[in-house]
C-alpha cells in the first residue's frame, strides 16, 4: 500500500507522469502503461480492496492525487476498484480473499454491464448466461455459458477479469439478470473476442472497447451473490462507485485551479498583472469556493460509506449529480478565464484543452447527472416525510464529518436501495444553519438565515411533490438540484463544525471558506466581491496541493 506522500512524490517526480509524455500519449490516442504499471509498483491497487478494513475514503483521496496528474491515468488505473465493488458488496469471503490476491498483484479487472444497443437500460440486457448440467458435454455441475455482447467497457482488452452483468433468466426482470467474474486465462481459445478500440473525444488514450463472448464457460463460483440478484448488487456497487467518481473531478478541478492560478500570475495585460484584475479575481475566488464545496461534498460522502451505509441510496445520488456537474461548470468558467491559450494544444497553450475534454465524460461514468437526479426525484416523498420529522444520525453524521476520526469497517449488510431513514445531512441542515448563526464565524449569520429560507422552501416543495408513472417532468429537476444544494450545505457547515484545524488555517481565518462556499451555493450576487477576492488571494499563494479542506499531502 502507498500514502499520500509517497504518491505525491512518485507523481512529481517520474517522467511517465509529466505533461509532455502524458500529452504525448494523449495526441497519439495511446494507453499510459508504464504510468499504469509505476502505480501498480507503488501500491496503489491494495487501496482497490475494500474488505475486510479498506479505507474507502482513503481510495478516493489518493485516486484524487492521480487524477489531479491526469485523468487518462486515473481513469485508467482505478477502473479496478469499480470492476471489483460488486464482489465487495455481494461475494463470498473465499471470491473476496482470491480477488484481493490478484488485485494487489496488480491485475486489472473491468466492469461489463452496458451493451451496444441498450447502454444505460440494464434490464434490456442480451448478454446470456445459461446454467449448465454434468450431462452436457464438457459441462461441469452448476457452471455457466455466457454468450453476447458487452461495449463501452473501460479496459475491456487489458483487464485479466471481468465482472459481467448476464440475462439467467429468458424472461428478463428484476430478478432476470446476474452477475458473474469471469478470468480470460481459465477460458478455451475462441470464446472471448476484444473488440476494437473505440475512439473517444475525452480521455484518448483509455482503453474503451467491448468484448463479445461465445459460449464462454465459467464455473458456479463465478457466480457473484445469489441467481437472480444482478441487478441489486448492481445498483448497491453503484452507490460505492458513483462516490468513488467523484476523485476524478477533484483532482480535475484541482489542476484546473492550478493552470488559471499560474497563467493569472504570469502573464500581464494593461501594464499590470492578469491576477490583479477585480474581474479575474472574481472568477478565480468563485471557482476556489466551488471547488472547495465540491470536495467537502465528497469528503462527507466518502465517509459516509463506513458511517452511514443505509443511506447511500440517496448520498450517492447526490454526490454523483453535484459534484461532476458543478465542476464541469467551472472548469467552464476558468476556460472563459484562460482565453484562447486555455484551448491551445501546443505552446503557449497551457493544458487546459487536455484536462476541459477529459473530465466531460466524468458526469456520464456510472450513471449520467439526469440518471442519478431521477433517482432521486424517485425517493422524494419519503426524504421529504424524514425532513419534517428533523431526525438524524447524529453519530454518524459526526465521524463522517470529523476528518481525523478513525473510521468503522465497511458493513455491506447496512446497504439498502432505499434510504428508511432518508438524509441525515439534510435533515440536520436547520440546526447547523441556526449555531452558525447563533455562533459565528462572523459574517455567517446572514448566510445562515439565507439557508433556512432556501430549506424552507425546498420543504413545501418536496412536500407537494408526487413522482409519476412514465417519466418525471422536466420542472421535477430543479427540485433535485435544490435538493443537492441543501446537501452541500449541509457538508460545508459539518466540516466547519467538526474540524477546528479547517477553523484555524489560513483558509479558515474569519470563516473565508465557509463564508465563501455558502455564499458561492446561495448563488448570492450581490456584496459578495470581498469574500471572493480574498479566497483568490489564498489561491494565488497557495500550492495546489494544500489548498484543500482533504485531500492534500500530509
Same mark, same amino acid.
Given at each position: 500500500?502507498?500514502?499520500m506522500t509517497?504518491l505525491e512524490?512518485?507523481?512529481?517526480?517520474n517522467?511517465?507522469f509529466?505533461?509532455e509524455?502524458l500529452?504525448?500519449l494523449d495526441?497519439?490516442e495511446?494507453f499510459p502503461?508504464?504510468?499504469v504499471?509505476a502505480?501498480? =509498483?507503488?501500491?496503489?491497487?491494495?487501496?482497490?480492496?475494500?474488505p475486510?478494513?479498506g479505507?474507502?475514503?482513503e481510495?478516493?483521496?489518493?485516486?484524487r492525487?492521480?487524477a489531479?496528474?491526469d485523468?487518462?491515468?486515473a481513469v #485508467?488505473?482505478?477502473k479496478?476498484?469499480?470492476g471489483?465493488?460488486p464482489v465487495w458488496?455481494a461475494?463470498?469471503?473465499e471470491?473476496?480473499?482470491?480477488?484481493a490476491?490478484?488485485?494487489r *498483484?496488480?491485475?486489472?479487472?473491468c466492469w461489463?454491464?452496458t451493451e451496444r444497443?441498450h447502454?444505460?437500460?440494464?434490464l434490456?440486457?442480451e448478454? $446470456?448466461a445459461? *446454467?449448465e448440467?454434468d450431462s452436457e458435454?464438457g459441462g461441469?455441475?452448476g457452471g455457466w455459458?455466457?454468450?453476447?455482447?458487452?461495449?463501452l467497457i473501460?479496459?475491456a482488452?487489458r483487464? $485479466?477479469l471481468?465482472?459481467?452483468l448476464a440475462?439467467?433468466?429468458?424472461?428478463?426482470?428484476?430478478?432476470?439478470f446476474?452477475l458473474?467474474l469471469v478470468?480470460? #486465462?481459465?477460458l478455451?481459445?475462441?470464446?472471448?473476442r476484444?473488440?476494437?478500440k473505440?475512439?473517444t473525444?475525452?480521455?484518448?488514450?483509455a482503453?474503451?472497447?467491448?468484448?463479445?463472448?461465445s459460449g464462454a464457460?465459467v464455473p =458456479?463460483?463465478?457466480l457473484v451473490g445469489?441467481?437472480?440478484d444482478g441487478i441489486?448488487?448492481v445498483?448497491?456497487?453503484?452507490q460505492?462507485?458513483?462516490?468513488?467518481?467523484?476523485a476524478?473531478?477533484?483532482g480535475?478541478?484541482?489542476?484546473?485551479?492550478?493552470?488559471?492560478?499560474?497563467?493569472a500570475?504570469?502573464?500581464?495585460l494593461?501594464?499590470?498583472?492578469l491576477?490583479?484584475v477585480p474581474?479575474?479575481?472574481r472568477?478565480?475566488?468563485?471557482a476556489?469556493a466551488a471547488a472547495?464545496t465540491?470536495e467537502a461534498v465528497?469528503?462527507?460522502?466518502?465517509r459516509s460509506?463506513?458511517?452511514?451505509?443505509a443511506?447511500?441510496?440517496?448520498?450517492s445520488?447526490i454526490?454523483k449529480?453535484?459534484v461532476p456537474?458543478?465542476?464541469?461548470?467551472?472548469?467552464g468558467?476558468l476556460g472563459?478565464?484562460?482565453?484562447l491559450?486555455?484551448?491551445?494544444?501546443?505552446?503557449?497553450?497551457?493544458?487546459?484543452a487536455k484536462?476541459?475534454r477529459?473530465?466531460?465524460v466524468?458526469?456520464?461514468?456510472?450513471g449520467s447527472?439526469v440518471?442519478?437526479r431521477? #433517482?432521486l426525484?424517485n425517493q422524494?416523498p419519503?426524504?421529504?416525510?424524514q425532513?419534517?420529522?428533523?431526525?438524524?444520525?447524529?453519530?454518524?453524521?459526526r465521524a463522517?464529518a470529523?476528518l481525523t476520526?478513525?473510521?468503522?469497517?465497511f458493513?455491506?449488510?447496512?446497504?439498502?436501495l432505499?434510504?428508511a431513514?432518508?438524509c441525515?445531512?439534510?435533515?440536520?441542515?436547520?440546526?447547523?444553519?441556526r449555531r452558525?448563526?447563533?455562533e459565528?464565524?462572523p459574517g455567517?449569520?446572514?448566510?445562515?438565515?439565507r439557508?433556512?429560507?432556501?430549506?424552507?422552501v425546498?420543504?413545501?416543495?418536496?412536500?407537494?411533490?408526487v413522482?409519476v =408513472?412514465?417519466?418525471l417532468?422536466?420542472? =421535477?429537476?430543479a427540485?433535485?438540484?435544490?435538493f443537492?444544494?441543501a446537501? *452541500?450545505?449541509?457538508?460545508?457547515?459539518l466540516?466547519?463544525?467538526?474540524?477546528?484545524?479547517?477553523?484555524?488555517?489560513?483558509?479558515?481565518?474569519d470563516?473565508?471558506?465557509l463564508?465563501?462556499?455558502l455564499?458561492?451555493l446561495?448563488e448570492e450576487d450581490?456584496?459578495d466581491?470581498d469574500?471572493?477576492d480574498a479566497?483568490a488571494?489564498v489561491?494565488?499563494?497557495?500550492?495546489?496541493?494544500?489548498f484543500?479542506?482533504w485531500g492534500g499531502?500530509?
Amino acid at each position: 500500500m502507498t500514502t499520500m506522500t509517497d504518491l505525491e512524490a512518485l507523481l512529481a517526480r517520474n517522467d511517465v507522469f509529466s505533461r509532455e509524455a502524458l500529452a504525448a500519449l494523449d495526441a497519439r490516442e495511446e494507453f499510459p502503461g508504464d504510468a499504469v504499471r509505476a502505480l501498480d =509498483a507503488a501500491g496503489l491497487p491494495a487501496h482497490y480492496v475494500l474488505p475486510p478494513d479498506g479505507d474507502f475514503s482513503e481510495t478516493v483521496r489518493l485516486l484524487r492525487s492521480v487524477a489531479r496528474r491526469d485523468l487518462t491515468v486515473a481513469v #485508467a488505473h482505478g477502473k479496478t476498484f469499480l470492476g471489483t465493488a460488486p464482489v465487495w458488496v455481494a461475494g463470498t469471503a473465499e471470491q473476496s480473499a482470491r480477488i484481493a490476491a490478484r488485485v494487489r *498483484a496488480g491485475e486489472a479487472v473491468c466492469w461489463g454491464l452496458t451493451e451496444r444497443d441498450h447502454g444505460a437500460d440494464l434490464l434490456a440486457g442480451e448478454m $446470456t448466461a445459461v *446454467a449448465e448440467t454434468d450431462s452436457e458435454p464438457g459441462g461441469g455441475a452448476g457452471g455457466w455459458r455466457l454468450t453476447g455482447e458487452k461495449w463501452l467497457i473501460n479496459n475491456a482488452t487489458r483487464a $485479466t477479469l471481468a465482472c459481467v452483468l448476464a440475462r439467467t433468466d429468458p424472461a428478463g426482470g428484476g430478478r432476470g439478470f446476474s452477475l458473474f467474474l469471469v478470468d480470460k #486465462a481459465q477460458l478455451p481459445d475462441g470464446s472471448w473476442r476484444d473488440l476494437p478500440k473505440v475512439r473517444t473525444h475525452g480521455i484518448r488514450g483509455a482503453d474503451i472497447a467491448g468484448f463479445i463472448l461465445s459460449g464462454a464457460p465459467v464455473p =458456479a463460483d463465478a457466480l457473484v451473490g445469489a441467481r437472480g440478484d444482478g441487478i441489486a448488487v448492481v445498483l448497491k456497487t453503484l452507490q460505492l462507485t458513483r462516490i468513488a467518481c467523484t476523485a476524478l473531478s477533484l483532482g480535475a478541478v484541482d489542476h484546473a485551479l492550478r493552470l488559471a492560478r499560474d497563467f493569472a500570475t504570469g502573464r500581464r495585460l494593461y501594464g499590470r498583472r492578469l491576477a490583479d484584475v477585480p474581474h479575474v479575481r472574481r472568477v478565480l475566488g468563485r471557482a476556489a469556493a466551488a471547488a472547495l464545496t465540491a470536495e467537502a461534498v465528497s469528503a462527507l460522502s466518502a465517509r459516509s460509506v463506513h458511517t452511514l451505509p443505509a443511506e447511500l441510496g440517496v448520498i450517492s445520488a447526490i454526490t454523483k449529480a453535484y459534484v461532476p456537474t458543478r465542476t464541469q461548470d467551472t472548469l467552464g468558467s476558468l476556460g472563459e478565464l484562460l482565453g484562447l491559450r486555455g484551448f491551445l494544444t501546443s505552446p503557449p497553450g497551457v493544458g487546459f484543452a487536455k484536462l476541459e475534454r477529459d473530465h466531460r465524460v466524468c458526469a456520464i461514468f456510472d450513471g449520467s447527472t439526469v440518471v442519478n437526479r431521477a #433517482a432521486l426525484l424517485n425517493q422524494l416523498p419519503r426524504l421529504a416525510r424524514q425532513l419534517n420529522r428533523r431526525t438524524a444520525d447524529t453519530e454518524g453524521l459526526r465521524a463522517a464529518a470529523d476528518l481525523t476520526a478513525p473510521l468503522p469497517p465497511f458493513d455491506r449488510d447496512r446497504l439498502s436501495l432505499l434510504s428508511a431513514k432518508g438524509c441525515s445531512a439534510v435533515q440536520a441542515l436547520p440546526d447547523l444553519a441556526r449555531r452558525i448563526r447563533e455562533e459565528g464565524p462572523p459574517g455567517a449569520g446572514p448566510l445562515a438565515d439565507r439557508l433556512l429560507a432556501e430549506l424552507a422552501v425546498l420543504e413545501k416543495e418536496s412536500a407537494d411533490f408526487v413522482p409519476v =408513472a412514465g417519466g418525471l417532468p422536466s420542472t =421535477a429537476f430543479a427540485l433535485a438540484e435544490r435538493f443537492e444544494r441543501a446537501y *452541500a450545505a449541509a457538508a460545508v457547515l459539518l466540516l466547519w463544525r467538526e474540524n477546528p484545524s479547517l477553523r484555524t488555517s489560513r483558509l479558515g481565518t474569519d470563516g473565508l471558506w465557509l463564508r465563501a462556499c455558502l455564499t458561492a451555493l446561495l448563488e448570492e450576487d450581490a456584496g459578495d466581491n470581498d469574500v471572493f477576492d480574498a479566497l483568490a488571494t489564498v489561491v494565488l499563494d497557495t500550492p495546489d496541493t494544500q489548498f484543500t479542506l482533504w485531500g492534500g499531502t500530509a
